[in-house]
């Protein structure tokens, strides 16, 4: 029998009929500007609702019918000041060296690899925006409507379970409980607490005034039969008609971190929401505030846009009081040269002593020097085998997770993203970097970063997901793609102990594609790639593929891979950082 309790109001069960809205076609991004919020705003969750139900003893309840299937985009595109392309034999000479050069793949093959939700169970929509996490004795999956749990076998223990099912005990106070849960699903294992947190966005329509963040977190370290507590956080309530689209959480001993970028119709862009949740609350099941600022378009960002927040899994916790980091893409020209970084300090006992970025504009902490490089940004499209249908990159933005880790003492974030190696041509490539934040500063450039083109092999790479072991040993999980081959998913590491800058190990195939994806762009919209909290070394990846030429029917996979036992990551050989620029409480 299920048992149930409810927190902060009562709320109904609402089984409703899903809900169709007719969709037009985007158009040209416009940016608005809107008064930046200066101080922080507290927004209460609704809920707990807390469950004791086994999954698998769910009702069902049917996906709704995606209402927003377009891509939103935070910028018009600059289309011109790309660099100039030499065609001469000397330009050329670098990559035919390493062509030749190409070193022989040591990266070692896949231990384990199992399909995962598929196109009928995830409710048939496009892309499937595939995430999921690894805990001690359970793979969760998720994608857009329906996520699924698996034994470290492979074996599916619960599910394919809709987001419409899971959240219903919400009921209809919110679109969460109403049978309106949409995409973008978020599922990461907090290994401090030991508890599970399942998460996607709901909304009835769009335009509208409606528009939350469905959080569910495990009562305990089992997600089929341990139970749930439930909540549902407005994405900005001094502007209901903002909806947070492509969401990303970080884990944080303080908080867990969520970001988001607003839009109120399909071509306008509204700035960046930045939330933090109150995870000690939550992870006890307990009423629960969120710490929210608003970062708005035309000057806190910057023209960047979809920020993402740290969160680690192997080292040591971050030091008591440390601040939380976030990082972004910056979009102001076709060339760009640096990574802005933020600083988001939560107080939820003093909510007006919390502070995000500089000022009351929430400008960057610090814009971190990088080597240049082109973003394939959102026209730009990944070629397959056998159609003239291309996959869209998303390179316009940095991909989650961040990784923070802290080795005996040593702090690094690991982040990486798309970009485009000859613009239109291609192809694309990872970019991936080490940054060492000791002591909580930015740093002015890189530990190491790279260009990641396999020895420039004319394959194109993109949706990238990093990950590092508790050894310091570092694996990338992407696409792979070109009109040689159908869309596939592979990895590329490098050891700790590697020269700086390079994936050394080479690149191994997890899963060979099937076929082509024939109708629409849309391919992700991300992957993800984490270590296993039981060894802190073995290396989890889930992405899309195609088992075999179709319009729209995309499978997905789940693979493991881990690296030989090797010894202790070196120190990091210490940056210069920038002064610190002092941050005072809002007024």
């Not at 600059?78 to 793949?105: C, H, N, Y």
């Not at 970019?431 to 000791?438: E, G, S």
Request: with cysteine; proline share 11%.
């Amino acid at each position: 029998m299920a048992s149930f309790f409810i927190a902060l109001g009562s709320v109904g069960l609402y089984l409703g009929a899903p809900k169709a809205e007719a969709q037009s076609a985007p158009g040209p991004t416009t940016v608005t500007a809107s008064s930046p919020s200066g101080g922080p705003d507290v927004v209460p969750l609704v809920g707990p609702v807390c469950v004791n139900t086994d999954l698998r003893d769910l009702p069902y309840i049917p996906p709704t019918p995606q209402i927003l299937n377009q891509r939103l985009i935070p910028y018009p595109r600059v289309k011109t000041g790309a660099p100039s392309i030499d065609t001469s034999r000397f330009a050329q000479l670098p990559t035919w060296i390493m062509e030749i050069l190409r070193p022989v793949s040591m990266m070692p093959p896949p231990l384990l690899t199992f399909e995962g939700t598929s196109f009928a169970e995830g409710g048939m929509e496009v892309p499937p925006d595939t995430d999921g996490d690894v805990g001690p004795n359970h793979y969760v999956q998720a994608v857009n409507q329906a996520f699924k749990v698996f034994d470290k076998n492979g074996n599916t223990l619960s599910g394919p379970t809709t987001f419409n099912s899971f959240f219903a005990p919400l009921g209809n106070s919110t679109p969460c409980g109403a049978n309106e849960n949409q995409s973008d699903p978020i599922v990461f294992y907090d290994q401090i607490a030991d508890r599970w947190v399942i998460t996607n966005l709901a909304f009835p329509r769009f335009p509208g005034s409606s528009f939350w963040e469905c959080i569910g977190v495990s009562r305990t370290g089992d997600p089929v039969a341990g139970g749930w507590c439930f909540y549902a956080l407005q994405h900005d309530p001094a502007h209901p008609n903002r909806l947070g689209d492509y969401p990303k959480f970080g884990l944080w001993p303080d908080a867990y971190y969520l970001t988001m970028n607003e839009f109120t119709d399909r071509t306008t862009f509204n700035g960046v929401r930045v939330y933090a949740l109150d995870r000690a609350s939550m992870i006890g099941g307990g009423p629960t505030n969120a710490v929210g600022f608003t970062i708005d378009t035309l000057t806190g960002l910057g023209c960047a846009a979809s920020l993402v927040p740290a969160s680690f899994r192997t080292g040591a916790l971050p030091p008591v009081g440390r601040q939380q980091f976030l990082l972004a893409v910056g979009r102001c020209g076709i060339v760009q040269s640096d990574v802005p970084g933020w600083l988001f300090h939560v107080d939820f006992i003093n909510p007006n002593n919390s502070t995000l970025g500089i000022g009351s504009d929430h400008s960057p902490n610090a814009h971190i020097t990088v080597n240049e490089f082109v973003s394939p940004g959102m026209d730009f499209e990944v070629p397959q085998l056998g159609t003239e249908q291309g996959l869209d990159t998303l390179g316009d933005r940095m991909m989650t997770p961040v990784v923070y880790q802290n080795r005996n003492g040593a702090e690094s974030l690991w982040a990486d993203h798309t970009i485009i190696v000859t613009l239109p041509n291609g192809p694309t490539l990872i970019r991936w970097y080490q940054f060492d934040v000791t002591g909580g500063n930015f740093p002015l450039e890189p530990v190491q970063q790279q260009d990641w083109s396999n020895g420039n092999d004319a394959l194109w790479r993109w949706m990238p997901s990093i990950a590092v072991d508790e050894n310091g040993n570092t694996a990338i999980g992407y696409s792979t793609s070109s009109t040689t081959i159908f869309p596939s998913i592979r990895y590329a590491g490098r050891l700790a102990t590697d020269p700086l800058g390079n994936l050394s190990q080479g690149e191994a195939i997890m899963t060979n594609g099937g076929g082509s994806q024939t109708r629409g762009s849309r391919w992700g919209d991300y992957t993800m790639t984490t270590i296993d909290p039981s060894d802190g070394m073995s290396f989890w990846h889930t992405n899309e593929y195609y088992m075999t030429t179709s319009d729209r029917n995309w499978s997905t996979r789940v693979g493991k891979f881990q690296f030989p036992a090797v010894g202790p990551r070196p120190t990091p050989t210490p940056r210069p950082h920038p002064t610190e620029t002092p941050h005072p409480s809002p007024p």
